[in-house]
């Protein structure tokens, strides 16, 4: 079946998305963020097995921004891409390049088993709170093929996650503008990071209630990679 769009579907009651404040939208578009997140993207899909992938694969990415990820996985001739982000600025920015909706990613407007593959890059955390990400697992596992691979990378809870971002956000910090726009983006997500930290573990048994299995799992030392497959079990 296409990857049609359909009508956005309501999401459900309580479990609406947190829109991202002005300052922070203002700051993601920045030209040196967009061409960092365009030399960082190839590398983050390598490690996921993206690029494994077979290239007629439909592959939806989740949260998709400005679309550095989506310009990626063109270049590497995937033919059957489509992008869905919250916030219809960001999706105008790549709406040219790409098939891209403004769609909150708890309520997508595609049919059920859409697609071969989703990726979300960065994003988890900002998915809160907790109704909320659950809301959008179930649409995850709703718009997959059974078989399908959900492949996501986000910041772990670990040591050198917390000691970069409380060196970052010091005043001591070394003040170059490169580490002053981290340091603006650190306290524009301060609310999101928080919540991350402190009910990402719940991830793993989140994707096991929706019958997803972990497929692949790798860390660095500030982000996970995580595969997971879709079980056949019916969407629910
Ligand atoms: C840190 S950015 C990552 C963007 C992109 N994946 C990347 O790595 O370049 C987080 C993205 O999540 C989007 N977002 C936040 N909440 C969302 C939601 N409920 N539904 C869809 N997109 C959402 C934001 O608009 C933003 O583009």
Do not use: K, N
């Amino acid at each position: 079946m296409p990857a049609t769009a359909t009508a956005p579907r309501a999401p459900a009651q309580g479990a609406g998305p947190r829109r991202e404040s002005e300052g922070w939208l203002g700051l993601y578009r920045e030209g040196r963020f967009v061409e960092r997140r365009r030399r960082v993207h190839g590398g983050r899909l390598e490690r996921l097995g993206v690029f494994e992938l077979p290239r007629g694969a439909r592959v939806l990415d989740l949260c998709s921004g400005t679309g550095e990820a989506l310009d990626t996985l063109h270049e590497a001739a995937f033919q059957r891409l489509h992008g869905a982000d919250l916030h219809p600025e960001l999706s105008r920015a790549c709406a040219a390049r790409h098939r891209v909706v403004a769609a909150d990613a708890a309520a997508l407007p595609y049919r059920e088993a859409s697609f071969d593959a989703v990726v979300c890059l960065h994003a988890l955390h900002h998915l809160g709170p907790d109704a909320h990400l659950e809301g959008v697992l179930d649409e995850v596992a709703r718009v997959l093929v059974p078989g399908g691979l959900l492949h996501l990378v986000d910041h772990p809870d670990a040591p050198a996650v917390h000691i970069a971002f409380a060196l970052l956000s010091s005043p001591l910090a070394l003040a170059t503008s490169l580490t002053r726009r981290w340091r603006r983006q650190l306290a524009l997500e301060r609310v999101e990071l928080a919540w991350w930290f402190s009910r990402g573990a719940r991830l793993p048994g989140l994707l096991a209630e929706r019958g997803f299995a972990t497929v692949a799992r790798r860390r660095d030392p500030f982000f996970f990679y995580l595969t997971a497959c879709r079980s056949g079990r019916p969407p629910r």
